[in-house]
């Protein structure tokens, strides 16, 4: 299995509380990414990574910040966490291998509920 | 507008049963992705294919290119093969990924 591990699994917060979600890898892949999962719209991307302090937005990035100072970690922050935030995110990172595809490993998800 | 559609979207077999999922794509890729989320899960990645087929077990996954469709199998499948099962592509250009909606696979013994 890859190394990609998500920290907190399960989180209850509240209306207008900060959130951080934190994705691990263990394979010094260049890409990570973070999605979101609802039932009826799949898996969204948020934000991506592809590379240290390098980022950029997904389809449903608003009220969500990301940073990325170590390769190996991937921070996906909710400024002011609305219910509307309330959802299942996963972390994933593909590798970057030159003239060859890369498999994409997802990690095991966190469920936040924002009450 | 979605660049992968799956179907079919709910599917339900008798233990034993061979089953299909199909997964159609409008962009040009670079590699398909099969993946199988359990209930209350994780996701896992079963198969990449940029062309032919792979075999993993019960598990068989092909791709055209040329028709830009992809099938998954399962053969004699089993309840524990129920699941959700992922269809998506690495398109040619950007870093993006793109998904289907899922198929629901409940398999009753």
Same mark, same amino acid.
């Given at each position: 299995?890859?190394?990609?591990?998500?920290?907190?699994?399960?989180?209850?917060?509240?209306?207008?509380?900060?959130?951080?979600?934190?994705?691990?890898?263990?394979?010094?892949?260049?890409?990570?990414?973070?999605?979101?999962?609802?039932? +009826?719209?799949?898996?969204?991307?948020?934000?991506?990574?592809?590379?240290?302090?390098?980022?950029?937005?997904?389809?449903?990035?608003?009220?969500?910040?990301?940073?990325?100072?170590?390769?190996?970690?991937?921070?996906?922050?909710?400024?002011?966490?609305?219910?509307?935030?309330?959802?299942?995110?996963?972390?994933?990172?593909?590798?970057?291998?030159?003239?060859?595809?890369?498999?994409?490993?997802?990690?095991?998800?966190?469920?936040?509920?924002?009450? | 507008? %979605?660049?992968?559609?799956?179907?079919?979207? %709910?599917?339900?077999?008798?233990?034993?049963?061979?089953?299909?999922?199909?997964?159609?794509?409008?962009?040009?890729?670079?590699?398909?992705?099969?993946?199988?989320?359990?209930?209350? +899960?994780?996701?896992?990645?079963?198969?990449?294919?940029?062309?032919?087929?792979?075999?993993?077990?019960?598990?068989?996954?092909?791709?055209?290119?040329?028709?830009?469709?992809?099938?998954?199998?399962?053969?004699?499948?089993?309840?524990?093969?129920?699941?959700?099962?992922?269809?998506?592509?690495?398109?040619?250009?950007?870093?993006?990924?793109?998904?289907?909606? +899922?198929?629901?696979?409940?398999?009753?013994?």
């Amino acid at each position: 299995d890859a190394g990609i591990t998500q920290s907190p699994r399960h989180k209850v917060t509240e209306t207008g509380t900060p959130v951080t979600l934190r994705c691990h890898q263990t394979e010094n892949h260049r890409y990570m990414y973070w999605y979101r999962q609802d039932p +009826g719209h799949g898996l969204r991307l948020i934000h991506y990574s592809y590379g240290v302090k390098d980022t950029d937005k997904g389809e449903v990035s608003d009220g969500y910040s990301v940073s990325r100072s170590k390769t190996e970690d991937f921070l996906l922050t909710l400024e002011s966490a609305t219910s509307s935030q309330t959802s299942v995110y996963f972390c994933a990172i593909r590798g970057d291998r030159v003239g060859a595809n890369t498999e994409a490993f997802f990690g095991q998800g966190t469920r936040l509920t924002v009450v | 507008k %979605n660049e992968v559609e799956q179907s079919p979207q %709910n599917l339900t077999a008798q233990e034993g049963e061979f089953i299909t999922i199909n997964c159609s794509y409008s962009v040009g890729i670079s590699a398909l992705h099969w993946l199988q989320q359990h209930p209350g +899960g994780g996701i896992v990645s079963l198969f990449m294919l940029s062309s032919g087929k792979k075999k993993h077990g019960r598990l068989i996954a092909t791709i055209n290119i040329q028709e830009k469709h992809s099938s998954l199998h399962i053969t004699a499948s089993h309840p524990r093969d129920s699941a959700v099962y992922i269809c998506a592509v690495s398109p040619n250009t950007g870093n993006q990924f793109y998904f289907g909606t +899922g198929t629901s696979l409940t398999v009753i013994p």
